[in-house]
């Protein structure tokens, strides 16, 4: 059999640490060697995810070009797995030709399939910055929690998913400007409502899976799935290939699952291989690690764009998800390490 096996793009925002090698990249090197022995096919593919606001934000602080910031954070990285022996049949990044082309080819596909919407929206302008604030480049206080470092997209402490304009005193993280002003914009949208029947019925097949993956996509799908923007306000990252468009990129998550496929064919011109074999073969076998944080993208938003093509493409087969592992879980009881004291 034919085995496609993928690790959860790790950022490119630094040294990651030990969990993602734990929950992502072990345990698929260990599946991809197993299946080997056992006489299967199998291409084993990652790569850094270079795209988004924390990328900026980390070459800024670095005084760097985010190109050279990320070009040098890819070969630390790469030098880290290669120490630890994992066994990729190719790693990538999400910022290649490859990846850029492969995006908008995706997104056309929606676009004329009419999955993709324009709407006018409310979107935070600073005058200190002189620029459009993407959701990542503003914090505020969280309306749920009142956690008080909240990002424009998501609180980390109550996992809600926010939306910039939702929060409590935003203001600019470049900056600190306070004084940020709500202006009418236009923004891209994946119509995620409209693809949800098609999604449902897809997850009904995933009778294997484990509750935690189906249990986190199962929620989404329960709450009922809403249109989610994929254009921002970014310098870095693919070009939105529509006129009025120029001076945005794509949401970081509507590029950086679409790697997986773009490293692959980077993979095959180097292999003397046919990436269709895998990619568009129901035949293949797509097994998908990553923690659990990750799940809603991969098992409800990135097929839901990849059913939206009307392509032909490949579906994860199985995805394997992780918990955290917290320190704190473990010192509050010290009889799980083996000779510790009280």
């Known amino acids: 059999m034919k085995y496609l096996i993928t690790s959860a793009l790790p950022y490119i925002n630094g040294i990651k640490h030990l969990g993602n090698l734990i929950g992502s990249l072990l345990p698929a090197d260990i ?19 270079e795209h988004g606001t924390p990328a900026e934000l980390a070459a800024l602080e670095k005084g760097l070009p985010v190109a050279e910031f990320c070009e040098r954070m890819y070969e ?10 994992i066994d990729f049949s190719y790693f990538g990044r999400s910022s290649s030709p490859m990846n850029h082309s492969m995006t908008q080819e995706v ?31 503003i914090e505020g206080t969280c309306p749920s929690c009142g956690f008080e470092k909240a990002r424009g997209d998501q609180c980390d402490s109550c996992g809600s998913l926010l939306d910039p304009s939702e929060l409590i005193r935003p ?14 914009e236009k923004h891209l949208f994946l119509d ?8 449902e019925n897809w997850l ?9 993956v189906r249990g986190i996509a199962d929620s989404w799908l329960a709450e009922g799935l809403k249109k989610r923007c994929i254009s921002r306000d ?26 997986y496929i773009a490293i692959s064919k980077e993979w095959a011109a180097s292999s003397n291989e046919d990436w269709q074999t895998w990619w ?13 944080d990750n799940v809603p993208f991969h098992a409800v938003f990135w097929p839901g764009m990849m059913l939206g093509t009307r392509a032909g493409w490949q579906l994860p087969s199985q995805i394997k998800s992780f918990s955290w592992l917290n320190y704190s879980a473990i010192a509050a009881n010290s009889s799980l390490i083996p000779g510790s004291q009280t």
């Open 204 to 212: 009904r097949s995933k009778t294997t899976w484990s509750r935690l």
């Open 76 to 85: 630390t990285q790469r030098s880290i797995y290669r120490n630890f022996h």
């Open 171 to 184: 203001y600019s993280v470049l900056s600190g400007d306070r004084e940020l002003e709500l202006r009418q």
């Open 107 to 137: 997104f056309l596909d929606l676009w004329n399939n009419g999955f993709i919407e324009e709407q006018v929206i409310p979107s935070f302008y600073s005058r200190v910055d002189a620029r459009y604030l993407p959701d990542r480049y």
């Open 192 to 199: 995620l409502e409209k693809l949800q029947p098609e999604l």
């Open 234 to 259: 970014l310098n870095w990252g693919v070009k939105i290939p529509l006129p009025g468009y120029e001076h945005k990129v794509f949401y970081v998550w509507f590029d950086a699952p679409l790697a």
């Open 31 to 49: 599946y991809c060697r197993y299946l080997k022995q056992r006489g299967h096919q199998v291409v084993y593919i990652s790569g850094t995810d």
């Open 280 to 292: 568009k073969n129901p035949e293949t076998e797509l097994v998908q690690f990553m923690a659990k």
